[in-house]
């Protein structure tokens, strides 16, 4: 059983940057792949970045390569999602999540999810 808590999402200015973190309970961090997901209103929920269990690997959506970045520190069983260059279109709830997978870009291939954190960008 793995239990994910975000934080770090919040009102900020189009242009702008923010960092989420997600804190991980229990000893096997390091066996999961980490996704983050993120749900505009009315929108699906959908595939933001990955990174296996080592960090060795990451993977993003098309759209966000290049202003996202994933990484993990396992010694916190923390991963984060650095945002830079922020628009109105990335406003949503963003949902870390837990793959006992090699990994994968979809929702359902998740095991584990956190609450969310919302992520607002004003223009």
């Known amino acids: 059983q793995v239990q994910l808590v975000e934080s770090g999402g919040g009102l900020v200015q189009a242009g702008g940057s923010l960092r989420l973190s997600c804190a991980a309970s229990?000893?096997?961090?390091?066996?999961?792949?980490m996704g983050w997901f993120r749900q505009g209103p009315g929108k699906e929920r959908e595939f933001v970045a990955g990174?296996?269990?080592?960090?060795?690997?990451?993977y993003y959506a098309d759209s966000l390569k290049g202003r996202f970045t994933i990484s993990r520190d396992n010694a916190k069983n923390t991963v984060y999602l650095q945002m830079d260059s922020l628009n109105p279109e990335d406003t949503a709830v963003y949902y870390c999540?837990?793959?006992?997978?090699?990994?994968?870009?979809?929702?359902?291939?998740?095991?584990?999810w956190g609450q969310g954190t919302q992520v607002t960008v004003s223009s």
């Open positions: 229990g000893r096997t961090f390091v066996l999961y792949t």
């Open positions: 990174i296996t269990g080592s960090g060795s690997v990451t």
């Open positions: 999540a837990a793959d006992s997978g090699s990994g994968s870009r979809w929702v359902r291939d998740y095991d584990y």
